[in-house]
């Protein structure tokens, strides 16, 4: 009998509350020494080093799959206070992630890509649906009684994220039809229409046309040689290479639902932390609007990186950190709800007993 008393009294308390959140700080620190220490660059031609961007995505898709897991232990839990359903939807969201960075991981690390759509972007596109859905369930759960400097504040709070997405992730085009874009872009926007318009005015030479025709040949081996060796080095497959060329034409309409759900994810987010604010169980939704908000920064400095960068991004920059901390706050705020629900359970059994 003692035995299995003490295996009993030990074995929950690995997989206690206590233990899981300091495990989760303790990855999150790991995760953020390790993006400081490591994250500069070796030289503008060589970058970061493959050991490093593979413990960037060790960090990253280990902290979303050890989320993954508990919130899929509390949709198992009738006892769940925001009802089931909430955190299949989040759990749903942090597996979906974790399967894009691996994928994402394949393409960048082992067949050496850069590209604008991936397979990747499936998993994304499906964890922002699911995300989305599990937290209006948990808004739709709770009536929202909100004050008008709360509902102000909510405004306030959307209309800035609009703002910063829109002024982060627009294209060069649509930042100069907004007025946004720097001055030299501007310019170069003004001046193309006379430049094309000028060459719609010259005459046709023939013989401009055969001169570029001999240079052309001229230069062919050289151009096929150069066109070989870049071939040579890539080692992604043709199908890899076909797949690509058949996503890339979709990237403004993919950015563009990142844009809408990142700024719903923070509507969401804020609208959750004002109303779970001050209530029995405040400290897991602080966690999840934590969450969402460490999501919204990361995922604007990623697409800050990637468009307004002019191609220098290389993933596993410092910001890039707050992908782990997304994870492991989504994971926390899990946590604290089903400790606080099974021990509120646990007191109306005693309650009963006594």
């Known amino acids: 009998m003692s035995s299995t008393s003490e295996k009993s009294s030990t074995s929950p ?3 206690s509350a206590q233990t899981l959140v300091i ?6 620190v790991m995760a953020l020494l390790f993006f400081l220490l490591f994250s500069v660059p070796l030289s503008a031609e060589e970058g970061l080093p493959l050991w490093y961007s593979i413990g960037t995505y060790i960090f990253e898709c280990g902290a979303y799959f050890g989320a993954a897991l508990v919130c899929f232990r509390n ?30 991981g394949i393409w ?33 759960s709770k009536r929202l009684n909100l004050e008008i400097w709360q509902w102000a504040l909510l405004a306030g709070i959307a209309a800035f994220g609009i703002a910063v997405a829109i002024w982060v992730a627009a294209p060069d085009s649509w930042r100069a039809q907004l007025g946004m874009a720097p001055a030299a872009t501007q310019e170069e926007v003004v001046t193309s229409a006379p430049a094309t318009a000028a060459t719609g005015i010259a005459p046709d030479l023939d013989n401009s046309s055969k001169i570029q025709a001999k240079g052309a040949a001229a230069t062919d081996p050289a151009s096929a040689l150069e066109e070989a060796e870049a071939e040579a080095e890539i080692k992604a497959p043709g199908w890899v290479m076909a797949l690509d060329k058949q996503l890339a034409p979709h990237k403004n309409a993919i950015n563009l639902f990142y844009i809408v759900g990142d700024v719903f994810l923070l509507i969401i987010a804020t609208a959750l932390l004002l109303a779970f604010w001050g209530g029995r169980f405040s400290q897991s939704w602080r966690m ?12 604007m400095y ?36 089903h400790d606080i629900s099974t ?6 059994r005693s309650r009963r007993a006594a």
């Open 13 to 15: 308390s690995l997989l």
């Open 23 to 28: 495990a989760g700080i303790v990855w999150a």
């Open 75 to 104: 949709w198992q839990s009738p006892h769940m206070v925001s009802g089931r359903n909430v955190w299949l939807g989040i759990g749903l969201g942090m597996l979906f992630y974790f399967i894009g960075g691996v994928l994402f």
């Open 108 to 140: 960048e690390l082992y067949f050496e890509l850069d590209p604008d759509v991936s397979p990747a972007d499936a998993f994304y596109l499906g964890s922002y649906v699911v995300l989305i859905g599990g937290m209006v369930v948990a808004v739709t």
């Open 288 to 299: 999840i609007a934590a969450a969402t908000f460490s999501l919204y920064i990361a995922d």
């Open 302 to 337: 990623f697409k800050w990186r990637d468009t307004q960068a002019e191609g220098s991004y290389q993933s596993g920059s410092l910001l890039e950190v707050f992908f782990v901390f997304s994870a492991i706050l989504f994971g926390i705020g899990a946590i604290l709800e």
């Open 343 to 348: 021990r509120s359970r646990q007191s109306r």
